[in-house]
């Protein structure tokens, strides 16, 4: 594929340090090869070069970040270290950073000032970051693109969808913009970005990471969490964003393992569960193909692999609105009050049809829900991790999106399909990874697979990500930046 991008270039930094996962970066850093001054400003140079073809990011703070970045070197010079020091973050534009805007993709908040930062950019200031800015969302992370800035772009296949909402977080680590960025992740808006885009993205367990400070759809199921080009990346970044908050009603008092130890172990002895089905009505062939190779590639590795049987999630659709009715509709009576007329016709739509919904069926979702997660954690008794399908299709046609009708293997497919397989683990809260492991057979998309465990046990999903990353290369840049 021909290059369609000019290449950016700062002092002695080229696109190649850019596209590096962050944890080579975080050791170039560490070894003093490179600054974080010179790594921020390649990176501001590469997002206005480049930024305007992709809408990856929203807004750009120049100032801030290399006022970061000049103290982020000062405390690399004095011997600090934390796993993010100088490293460059995008961060969702549903989630507050003090002194920038937070639109949630509408225009009905294109005036909304953040005063706080959310825990997690706190959390990753204190340890060092430069945040860059915000990455794009779709209107209120739902279905709609932004209605301010468009949707994000798929630097793998132009006229492809990059998933929703976290779209910008995915195309901007896909893009080489950022280090690592940071999403959320309620109906897979981290993992389905993630596969589209060919990167690393992980919805860790709910309330391993704190959820104050963004756009609430649901406290059931709200998850933040990191986009990379590695499984280190991945590790890093968590480090740093895991970890209870007091503050927050739904975080979790639960100790934060070493993640990046957990990377640097091998297969041997992970005991891997495959599910006998697994709602394959609508799996494209191209993917349970590269599915059952990476299964078959971690088993050559030393890994155990069990043939496990999953609860019946047929009911998924039902008690995820359950659970999403009220939290948002709460969130949403005083725009809907006051600026109604800036929400997009979709997003009315939407919440004119939540507020059907009766007391009883908001109780019997949450009842299902402690029903289903019984279910699914006892399914993986005496399971390390579970390996899927990242996703049932392949990155649709935009032409298919707006049409609504997508396809898998040739047959048309209705569009709720796409979080087929990212729901089970909102629902239930438990955590999942999903991560590149091969291109479809003409080159155009990335294939992927995603890596569920038992609740909060990120460390053994990250260590079966790195081993199929030992077994399946990858490289995460995009044709057109090669």
Request: aromatic share 6%; with cysteine; glycine share 10%.
């Amino acid at each position: 594929m021909t290059n369609q991008f000019a290449a950016a270039e700062c002092a002695r930094l080229t696109d190649d340090h850019l596209f590096l996962p962050a944890a080579e970066q975080r050791r170039m850093l560490d070894a003093g090869d490179v600054t974080s001054l010179e790594l921020t400003r390649a990176y501001l140079d590469r997002i206005a070069l480049i930024n305007a073809s992709i809408a990856a990011f929203v807004q750009v703070d120049i100032e801030g970040a290399l006022a970061q970045a000049a103290a982020a070197d000062a405390r690399l010079s004095a011997g600090e270290r934390t796993p993010v020091l100088g490293l460059c973050v995008g961060i969702k534009d549903l989630i507050d950073i003090r002194g920038m805007i937070t639109t949630y993709g509408s225009a009905a908040y294109a005036d909304n000032l953040a005063t706080e930062d959310a825990p997690v950019v706190r959390r990753l200031r204190q340890d060092g970051a430069v945040i860059l800015g915000k990455v794009n969302t779709t209107e209120f992370a739902m279905f709609t693109p932004s209605t301010l800035h468009g949707p994000s772009k798929n630097c793998w296949a132009l006229d492809r969808s990059a998933g929703g909402s976290s779209n910008g977080s995915g195309t901007a680590t896909s893009a080489g913009l950022c280090s690592f960025a940071v999403g959320t992740d309620t109906a897979g808006s981290i993992r389905t970005p993630a596969s589209f885009n060919g990167v690393f993205g992980l919805k860790p367990t709910h309330g391993r990471v704190p959820a104050e400070g963004i756009g609430e759809l649901s406290t059931f199921m709200d998850t933040v969490g990191p986009f990379g080009r590695s499984s280190a990346d991945i590790a890093l970044a968590l480090q740093t964003m895991a970890g209870f908050e007091p503050d927050d009603m739904t975080s979790a008092e639960q100790d934060v393992p070493d993640y990046l130890a957990a990377v640097a172990e091998g297969p041997e002895g992970l005991v891997v569960g495959v599910p006998d089905s697994f709602m394959d009505h609508a799996l494209d062939p191209v993917i349970e193909r590269e599915w059952r190779a990476t299964v078959s590639a971690l088993e050559a590795g030393g890994a155990v692999v069990r043939r496990i049987e999953l609860p019946d999630f047929s009911q998924n659709m039902m008690i995820f609105r359950g659970l999403m009715v009220g939290d948002t509709l709460r969130w949403h009576a005083d725009g809907l009050a006051t600026r109604g007329d800036l929400y997009s016709d979709n997003a009315r739509m939407m919440f004119s049809g939540a507020e059907g919904a009766t007391a009883v069926e908001v109780a019997q979702a949450r009842k299902d829900r402690w029903a289903l997660r019984r279910a699914f954690i006892a399914a993986l008794e005496g399971i390390d991790v579970i390996i899927l399908p990242g996703v049932p299709i392949l990155a649709p046609l935009l032409s298919e999106v707006d049409a609504g009708a997508m396809t898998s293997g040739g047959r048309k497919v209705g569009g709720e399909v796409i979080l087929d397989y990212a729901i089970p683990f909102n629902i239930t809260g438990l955590p999942a990874l999903v991560m590149p492991v091969a291109l479809s057979p003409d080159e155009s998309v990335p294939v992927p697979v995603m890596i569920g465990a038992r609740p909060f046990r990120e460390d053994l999903i990250l260590r079966a990500a790195s081993a199929v990353s030992a077994a399946r290369p990858f490289n995460t840049r995009p044709l057109c930046f090669r």
